[in-house]
């Protein structure tokens, strides 16, 4: 499954120059933790509730004490922010809605974020993936996964015969066999699967298969 699949295509953003409340509002509004910061259509930043945090505690640590740790330890932190910009999360990790779930997954662990900007190859702004759409997207039930390959696809996008294909599905990683008409009934099905919410992977190597027009080519 990729991207592109579970992604949240209406996204809120905020521009950089918004200030801080604004943001604020449009989280609340929205009942998200954070927004992608979007300058002329391109992705710059991402602004969280702990960007929020940070900068609160910039102001409440204020004067001499900050300047003091400043310079016994070195810590950089902002100045007190206004806007956006001065409080946002520069050059966010992204993605692309092309890459597959488990990518996505594996950015969110390694970065400790929880969600990601899907963009397109010049940074714009398509959808935001987060946690919890991965989550939904893997908790769907193996028979369940089974049953819509079967009837779904195989039946009524393939128009072929339920007995014909093989379906076994465990912990969402689909495995398909069985006998159809040509190799290219094989690849739209095993493509068609990879895209069902809640398979992980999808195991169809043409070993499997015995096809009706062996002069089909590859």
Same mark, same amino acid.
């Given at each position: 499954?990729?991207?592109?699949?579970?992604?949240?295509?209406?996204?809120?953003?905020?521009?950089?120059?918004?200030?801080?409340?604004?943001?604020?509002?449009?989280?609340?509004?929205?009942?998200?933790?954070?927004?992608?910061?979007?300058?002329?259509?391109? =992705?710059?930043?991402?602004?969280?509730?702990?960007?929020?945090?940070?900068?609160?505690?910039?102001?409440?640590?204020?004067?001499?004490?900050?300047?003091?740790?400043?310079?016994?330890?070195?810590?950089?932190?902002?100045?007190?922010?206004?806007?956006?910009?001065?409080?946002?999360?520069?050059?966010?990790?992204?993605?692309?809605?092309?890459?597959? #779930?488990?990518?996505?997954?594996?950015?969110?662990?390694?970065?400790?974020?929880?969600?990601?900007?899907?963009? /397109?190859?010049?940074?714009?702004?398509?959808?935001?993936?987060?946690?919890?759409?991965?989550?939904?997207?893997?908790?769907?039930?193996?028979?369940?996964?089974?049953?819509?390959?079967?009837?779904?696809?195989?039946?009524?996008?393939? #128009?072929?015969?339920? /007995?014909?294909?093989?379906?076994? =599905?465990?912990?969402?990683?689909?495995?398909?066999?069985?006998?159809?008409?040509?190799?290219?009934?094989?690849?739209?099905?095993?493509?068609?699967?990879?895209?069902?919410?809640?398979?992980?992977?999808?195991?169809?190597?043409?070993?499997?298969?015995?096809?009706?027009?062996?002069?089909?080519?590859?």
């Amino acid at each position: 499954m990729k991207v592109r699949d579970v992604m949240t295509a209406d996204v809120v953003s905020i521009e950089p120059d918004a200030p801080l409340k604004e943001a604020a509002r449009r989280m609340v509004e929205a009942a998200v933790s954070g927004l992608p910061v979007v300058d002329d259509g391109v =992705v710059v930043g991402m602004i969280t509730e702990a960007d929020f945090v940070e900068a609160e505690a910039d102001r409440a640590w204020g004067g001499e004490r900050r300047r003091l740790l400043r310079a016994l330890f070195g810590e950089a932190r902002r100045r007190a922010a206004t806007t956006v910009a001065e409080a946002m999360s520069r050059n966010p990790i992204t993605v692309d809605p092309e890459a597959d #779930l488990a990518e996505a997954a594996r950015l969110m662990s390694e970065r400790g974020v929880k969600r990601l900007p899907v963009v /397109d190859p010049d940074g714009r702004l398509l959808g935001l993936v987060s946690r919890a759409d991965i989550v939904a997207a893997f908790a769907r039930p193996d028979d369940v996964i089974a049953d819509e390959i079967v009837h779904d696809l195989v039946e009524r996008v393939l #128009l072929l015969e339920p /007995d014909m294909v093989e379906v076994t =599905v465990d912990d969402g990683v689909v495995t398909l066999s069985g006998r159809v008409p040509n190799r290219s009934d094989a690849r739209i099905l095993a493509a068609l699967v990879e895209r069902l919410e809640g398979v992980v992977a999808v195991d169809a190597d043409e070993l499997g298969w015995d096809f009706d027009d062996t002069k089909t080519p590859a």
